[in-house]
C-alpha cells in the first residue's frame, strides 16, 4: 500500500517530535510497513537520540519547533510531514505552529498531516481545547494540502499504573458515568504512519479510537478480571483524584488539566467510536482488554 510519486520513486516523508513516545512509535511503524528509511526523514531537537535510527538507514535532521531556520532545512526536499505537537503550553505551542507551517511552505511541503486529539469542539473543558481548535483551523487553511488525525485518550498510562491501582482498589478518575474509548499508542502510530505513507488522505478527518466506549466503572472491571484482585469504581469526585495526584508528586498544571480532560469525559465528548484505525490500516485498534492482557503478559 505504500505511495510512489512518478519514475518509481518513493516521496521523501518527515515525522517532528520523533523522539517522543508517539513520534518514535510512529518512526517504528513507517519502517515496519515496509517504506524505505532513507526516504524517512525524522525531526529531532537531539539527533543523537535517533542514533539507532540513522543506522538503520532513517534520515536524522535537527529540527526545534522554536527556531524556524531549523525547520525550513529539516523539511528540504520533503513533500509529506506528519506534525506531532509538543507537549508546551498552548500559547508557546501557537508560535509553534506558525514556525512549522510557514517552513513548510517555504521548503515546498505538499502535505501536511497532523496528530490532534479528540474532541474539537469549543463546548470541551478541557484547557488544551482553545490550542486544539487553533491547530485544525491553522492546518486547514494553510494553503497545503492536510489529513487530520484526532486521537482519542491513551490506554497505555492506564497499564503503567495498574500497581497503584490495585493497591488503590480502584481507579480514581472523576468521570461519572462518562465513556472513552481510549487507543493505544501503538494503534495511533500505525494509523498515523498509513497516512503518511500512503495515498488519497488530503482533506480527511480521521477518528482514532479504541474499539469501544468504556466508563471507569468498565476499566476498573477489567483491570479486576485481568489481575485477579479487586478493583471496583467508586465513583471518585475531583478531590479524590487531586488528592491522588497529589500524592504521588504530580504538578498542580498537569493535575488541573488532566482534572479539566476527564471532565471532558464526563460531558460526553470522548465518547466516539470510530473505525478510523481499521480504515486506515485494515487492522482494527485493539481493545482495552486486549492490550491490557498483552502488556501483563509481557
Ligand atoms: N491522546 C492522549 O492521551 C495524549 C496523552 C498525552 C499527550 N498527548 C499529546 O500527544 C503529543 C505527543 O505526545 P507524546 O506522548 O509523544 O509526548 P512526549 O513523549 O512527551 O514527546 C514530546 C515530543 O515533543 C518534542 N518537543 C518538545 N519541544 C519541542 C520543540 N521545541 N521542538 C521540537 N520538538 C519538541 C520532544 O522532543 P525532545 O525529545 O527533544 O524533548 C518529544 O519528542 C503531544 O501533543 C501531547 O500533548 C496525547
Not at 37 to 60: F, H, I, Q, S
Not at 129 to 146: C, K, M, N, Q
Not at 266 to 289: H, M
Request: glycine share 8%; net charge negative.
Amino acid at each position: 500500500m505504500v505511495s510512489y510519486v512518478t519514475f518509481g520513486r518513493y516521496v521523501m516523508i518527515a515525522i517532528t517530535a520523533a523522539s517522543g513516545e508517539l513520534g518514535s512509535r510512529t518512526v517504528a511503524a513507517v519502517i515496519e510497513q515496509g517504506f524505505p528509511p532513507d526516504r524517512l526523514v525524522v525531526c529531532v531537537r537531539t539527533p543523537e537520540k535517533m542514533a539507532a535510527w540513522a543506522e538503520k538507514g532513517v534520515v536524522v535532521r535537527p529540527a526545534d519547533y522554536e527556531q524556524p531556520e531549523t525547520l525550513e532545512a529539516a523539511f528540504e526536499g520533503v513533500e509529506r510531514v506528519l506534525l506531532v505537537p509538543s507537549i508546551a503550553p498552548s500559547l508557546d505551542r501557537v508560535r509553534q505552529y506558525e514556525n512549522v507551517i510557514e517552513a513548510a511552505r517555504q521548503a515546498g511541503v505538499g502535505h501536511i498531516i497532523h496528530y490532534g486529539l479528540v474532541p474539537v469542539t469549543v463546548d470541551s473543558p478541557f484547557l488544551v481545547t482553545p490550542f486544539l481548535v487553533y491547530a485544525e483551523s491553522a492546518i486547514r487553511t494553510s494553503g497545503l494540502d492536510w489529513t487530520i488525525l484526532r486521537n482519542s485518550l491513551y490506554m497505555d498510562p492506564i497499564a503503567d499504573w495498574v500497581p497503584n491501582i490495585i493497591e488503590m482498589g480502584t481507579i480514581p478518575y472523576p468521570t461519572g458515568e462518562g465513556r472513552c474509548s481510549y487507543i493505544s499508542r501503538d494503534d495511533i502510530a500505525r494509523a498515523g504512519a498509513a497516512a503518511l505513507t500512503t495515498d488519497g488522505h488530503e482533506g480527511q478527518v480521521y477518528h482514532l479510537t479504541g474499539p469501544q466506549s468504556l466508563t471507569t466503572a468498565d476499566l476498573c472491571d477489567v483491570v479486576s478480571r485481568i489481575t485477579g484482585k479487586p478493583v471496583t469504581d467508586r465513583n471518585a469526585s475531583d478531590q479524590d483524584y487531586i488528592d491522588v495526584c497529589m500524592a504521588e508528586g504530580e504538578s498542580e498544571w498537569l493535575t488541573h488539566a488532566l482534572l479539566t480532560l476527564y471532565h471532558t469525559i464526563r460531558k460526553g465528548l470522548l465518547d466516539v467510536e470510530s473505525d478510523g484505525v481499521e480504515r486506515l490500516t485494515g487492522i482494527p485498534a485493539e481493545s482495552f482488554e486486549s492490550y491490557l492482557q498483552s502488556r501483563l503478559d509481557s
